[in-house]
């Protein structure tokens, strides 16, 4: 297959993922759309120097849409938001606005890490290897990185009178 019709395909597989993973980090949905291309055109060059293999794709992908943002927030100054592309929150919109202000601000309690295997794991679908190649660590340590995050989800939503 050619550069631009596996660049083509790999779009039509990735782009949802990754820009909702942009929107997760930016709050904004024209950044995380800019971001997302950006991804694409630094993928067509890579696939043109042979420099990504097709298993370490979707971990490529979302590495490299993570470092675009940092960088990016690294350049403003100052911030456009108090929060960091380490420290994300949710984004989706909630028919409630005061639950979802409740589920913002318990989410919010975790470390950047929990909120990112949270959401790398049960909004976009990623299994504990993949998450453990964007991460940089290993399988078993996202495993326990999940465990406390849902341990800690439990805790505060406990404390906050959200579960009995």
């Given at each position: 297959m050619v550069v631009p019709d596996?660049?083509?395909y790999l779009f039509g597989q990735y782009y949802d993922g990754?820009?909702?993973?942009?929107?997760y980090l930016t709050n904004d949905a024209d950044s995380a759309e800019d971001f997302a291309n950006e991804v694409f055109l630094r993928l067509f060059r890579s696939l043109q120097g042979g420099a990504v293999s097709p298993d370490a794709l979707p971990g490529w992908l979302y590495r490299?849409?993570?470092?675009?943002v940092i960088d990016d927030y690294r350049r403003r100054t100052p911030p456009m938001s108090g929060l960091s592309p380490d420290e994300p929150f949710l984004t989706a919109p909630a028919e409630d606005a005061f639950v979802h202000q409740d589920v913002e601000r318990v989410f919010a309690q975790l470390t950047p890490e929990q909120q990112r295997v949270l959401y790398l794991r049960f909004v976009e679908g990623f299994e504990p290897?993949?998450?453990?190649?964007?991460?940089?660590k290993s399988a078993g340590?996202?495993?326990?990185l999940q465990y406390?995050?849902?341990a800690s989800l439990r805790r505060?939503?406990?404390q906050g009178g959200y579960v009995p």
């Open positions: 596996r660049v083509s990754l820009y909702r993973y942009l929107c490299v849409a993570r470092n675009l290897s993949e998450i453990a190649d964007l991460m940089g340590a996202v495993k326990q406390r995050a849902l505060l939503l406990h």
